[in-house]
């Protein structure tokens, strides 16, 4: 699912976009909590659009997602 959407923005391609793997990026953003970040992520975040792209895509999804990425 991340390759599919997440990866075309989060994969260094877009300076803004944490990516995945960046520590560093990373743990500000999960400070938030992870119903804000699933939130930001539904409802778009400054730079990224709605969904992160992918319309079907669950809460869960995004969770699992998030965590993986900042990993
Ligand atoms: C079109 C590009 C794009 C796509 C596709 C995209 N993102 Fe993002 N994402 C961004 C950008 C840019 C930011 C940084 C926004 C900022 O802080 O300025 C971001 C930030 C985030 C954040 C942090 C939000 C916060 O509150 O700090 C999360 C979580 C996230 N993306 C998850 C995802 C997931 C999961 C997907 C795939 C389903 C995805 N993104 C797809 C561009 C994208």
Same mark, same amino acid.
């Not at 989060?10 to 938030?32: F, I, M, S, V």
């Given at each position: 699912m991340?390759?599919?959407?997440c990866?075309a923005?989060?994969?260094?391609?877009?300076? @803004?976009a944490p990516?995945?793997?960046?520590?560093?990026? /990373?743990?500000?953003?999960?400070? @938030?909590? *992870? +119903?804000?970040?699933?939130?930001?992520?539904t409802q778009g975040?400054?730079?990224?659009?709605?969904?992160g792209?992918? *319309?079907?895509?669950?809460? +869960?999804?995004? @969770?699992a997602?998030?965590? /993986? *990425?900042?990993q």
């Amino acid at each position: 699912m991340y390759n599919r959407t997440c990866a075309a923005c989060h994969a260094g391609q877009l300076p @803004q976009a944490p990516k995945k793997g960046d520590r560093a990026a /990373w743990e500000p953003r999960l400070a @938030q909590g *992870m +119903e804000i970040l699933t939130g930001h992520v539904t409802q778009g975040f400054k730079a990224m659009p709605p969904r992160g792209l992918c *319309m079907d895509c669950s809460a +869960e999804d995004y @969770q699992a997602i998030i965590e /993986w *990425m900042s990993q």
